[in-house]
Each structure stands twice: as C-alpha cells, then as structure tokens.
C-alpha cells in the first residue's frame, strides 16, 4: 500500500508545497473545461502561484 506521501506535483525540478497545491487547484479545475496545451497550464499554475504569494523558485 503506498504511503501518503509517495504522491507529488514536480514543475520542472521542483515538487510543490501544500501551499502552492492550494494555489493551482483552481486552474487545474478550470484545464478540465479548457484545452490548454501542457506549456500554457504550467504557465498558468506558475502565474497562480506569484499571486498567491508562493511562486515557484527554480533549483538552478
């Protein structure tokens, strides 16, 4: 049985804290009635999360 922390969200190199997770629900909500091509959901879930006040900081 997996443990509950064998899920996780990685965009780009870099797995998602809860924070950030409550910031992209909505726009994962919203890519289910939309089509939106994978770089313009990351795109949105990257602009979901500066607003929320948790952007993504890129490793590199």
Do not use: Y
């Not at 870099?14 to 959901?41: C, D, F, G, Y």
């Amino acid at each position: 049985m997996p443990k509950h922390d064998d899920f996780a969200v990685i965009i780009g190199d870099t797995k998602l804290t809860q924070e950030q997770l409550n910031a992209i629900t909505p726009v994962l909500n919203e890519s289910m009635r939309r089509r939106w091509s994978k770089k313009a959901l990351e795109q949105n879930c990257r602009k979901a999360m500066e607003e929320a006040g948790c952007p993504l900081i890129s490793k590199a």
